[in-house]
C-alpha cells in the first residue's frame, strides 16, 4: 500500500498548497472583464465543457448530488459558495453544478496568467480578483451583469487551494455582500473524496446545498455573518460524507 502524503500547515486561512508556479499580472484598469457572447459559447460550451466532463470522470469518476436544488435561481440568478481542493478540477466543477446555467468563477489572477491558457480562461468565465479601484469598479459591475443575465457566480471563500483535504477551513463572511447587494439566492457545493475499488485515488462526489437566503431583519454585518454561517455549517456537514484521507493535513509542531 502506498505510504499516505502528509503536509503540515501553520495557518489555516493563509497557507496555500498548489504546485503552480505561476507569476500573476496585475489587474488593473485597463483588464477587460466583459468578454464576447459568441467567443464565451464557443470556448464555454463547445471547448471547456466536453474536455472538462471527460477529464473529470475518467481522473476522479466525478458526479453532482442535488443540482436540481437550482432550478429555483435559474430565472434571477445566484452565488454559489465551494471548498477549494484541486488546481484543475475547481475550475471546472462549477460548470456542471450550474448546469445548464453558465457558471463565472471569481479567481485569483493566476489564472488569467498562465501562458497561452491564460488568454482563453477569461472566455470560459474567470473573473479575477481586482489589484486596483478602477479595475474592482470594473469587477463589481462584471459581477452584476452576470447577475442580470441569471447566471451564476461562483466563490471560492477559503482562497487557498489544500489539494485533497476533507474538511473546510473557516473562512470569512466578506464575499457575502454580494448576494445580500444583489437580492439572491445562495448555494453551496461541497466537494467529498470517497473510496474507489481497485485504486487508492478517491472519487469525487459533490454536494449542492441550498437555497439561503439573508434575514432582512438582521442589520446588513450580522445578515452578512448568519448568511456565511448556514453555508459553513451545510459545508461542513456535508464533509463528514468522505471516508478517505489521500492526503494527511497536520498543524507544524511548534
Not at 37 to 47: D, L, T
Not at 62 to 71: D, M, P, Q, Y
Not at 122 to 149: Q, S, V
Request: positive net charge.
Amino acid at each position: 500500500m502506498k505510504e499516505r502524503r502528509i503536509i503540515e500547515y501553520s495557518d489555516e486561512k493563509n497557507d496555500e498548497f498548489s504546485t503552480a508556479q505561476i507569476t500573476p499580472r496585475r489587474i488593473d484598469g485597463s483588464y477587460r472583464y466583459q468578454r464576447g457572447a459568441v467567443a464565451h459559447f464557443f470556448w464555454y460550451r463547445m471547448v471547456a465543457t466536453p474536455l472538462a466532463f471527460f477529464y473529470l470522470k475518467l481522473k476522479f469518476h466525478h458526479r453532482v448530488i442535488g443540482r436540481e436544488k437550482l432550478k429555483s435561481a435559474r430565472e434571477q440568478g445566484c452565488f454559489i459558495y465551494g471548498n477549494h481542493t484541486q488546481i484543475v478540477a475547481d475550475a471546472l466543477i462549477p460548470s456542471f453544478v450550474s448546469f445548464p446555467v453558465d457558471a463565472y468563477v471569481v479567481v485569483h489572477p493566476n489564472n488569467v496568467s498562465m501562458p497561452y491558457l491564460g488568454r482563453v480562461t477569461p472566455y470560459m468565465g474567470a473573473l479575477p480578483l481586482p489589484d486596483d479601484a478602477e479595475a474592482a469598479k470594473n469587477f463589481t459591475d462584471a459581477i452584476k451583469r452576470c447577475i442580470e443575465r441569471d447566471r451564476a457566480v461562483v466563490i471560492y471563500p477559503e482562497a487557498h487551494i489544500w489539494p485533497y483535504y476533507t474538511k473546510i477551513r473557516p473562512f470569512d463572511d466578506a464575499s457575502f455582500f454580494y448576494p445580500i447587494k444583489h437580492g439572491t439566492p445562495v448555494f453551496c457545493f461541497t466537494n467529498v473524496y470517497q473510496k474507489r475499488k481497485h485504486t487508492e485515488h478517491p472519487r469525487i462526489v459533490t454536494y449542492v446545498d441550498g437555497p439561503f437566503l439573508p434575514d432582512a431583519a438582521l442589520p446588513l454585518r450580522q445578515r452578512r455573518r448568519a448568511l456565511r454561517d448556514a453555508v459553513y455549517q451545510a459545508m461542513c456537514a456535508r464533509a463528514k460524507l468522505s471516508d478517505c484521507e489521500y492526503i494527511h493535513y497536520q498543524p507544524k509542531e511548534k
